[in-house]
């Protein structure tokens, strides 16, 4: 079963531009986690949040989470064709168990 | 380092036959976790060990799938008989024990096309 729910279920922008995607969730987690997942290939772990953070940078990544919503964020700035991919969030709910969610595709022109 | 290795990496059989991955996860990494992955769908766990102990199984269809991981190392899942509704992405990860962080490394995955 799919805890999560990425929104939107695609994205296509240009080269430059930022890339918003967000996720929802059901129940009451430990942390947040993002994972990209570039074509026929296995999913890479980009970020982190833990349930008592409210934000968390890394590089060109920017994630919130919003508990009391059960929402999470994931903000790409100036975007590369290199991030093209699917992007995928995962709740650990206390479990040492991921659930991960539908994935948003982006597509990234040049 | 070397990341999570997989084999094969990509397969394919006649239903009703049997077929097995095989997963080597990252060195010193002692919980491993063999996921399915659907077109379109994010990862979904079929069972997880820590060391060679499945410590959750509760999503792997115990009919016709299997898995081990002898002497805590390695892993091997198995299908027997895989069925046309077994065609997806099997994707093992890795992880080591780390109170707050359970960050997974992922293989590039085995995809099962069963005709």
């Known amino acids: 079963s799919q805890q999560g729910e990425e929104d939107p279920q695609a994205l296509s922008i240009q080269e430059g531009e930022n890339a918003t995607m967000n996720c929802s969730y059901k129940t009451s987690i430990n942390n947040l986690q993002w994972y990209r997942q570039n074509s026929g290939r296995g999913l890479v772990h980009l970020i982190l949040?833990?349930?008592?953070?409210r934000e968390k940078h890394s590089g060109r990544l920017r994630v919130t989470l919003d508990t009391s919503k059960k929402s999470s964020s994931l903000l790409i700035t100036a975007s590369r064709a290199a991030d093209t991919a699917s992007y995928f969030c995962?709740?650990?709910?206390?479990?040492?168990?991921?659930?991960f969610g539908t994935g948003t595709r982006l597509q990234v022109f040049p | 380092e070397a990341g999570v290795v997989q084999s094969p990496r990509y397969k394919i059989i006649e239903k009703k036959q049997p077929v097995a991955f095989w997963c080597n996860p990252i060195?010193?990494?002692?919980?491993l976790y063999w996921y399915l992955q659907n077109l379109g769908q994010g990862p979904e766990l079929l069972i997880r060990y820590e060391n060679e102990e499945a410590v959750d199984d509760s999503q792997l269809p115990k009919d016709r799938f299997s898995a081990e991981r002898l002497k805590g190392v390695d892993s091997t899942l198995k299908i027997q008989p895989a069925e046309l509704g077994d065609s997806a992405v099997y994707l093992c990860?890795?992880?080591?024990?780390?109170?707050?962080?359970?960050?997974?490394?992922f293989g590039p995955g085995t995809r099962l096309t069963v005709l």
């Open positions: 060195s010193g990494h002692n919980t």
């Open positions: 995962a709740t650990d709910a206390r479990t040492d168990k991921l659930i």
């Open positions: 949040i833990r349930s008592n953070e």
């Open positions: 990860a890795s992880s080591s024990r780390g109170i707050g962080n359970n960050e997974q490394f």
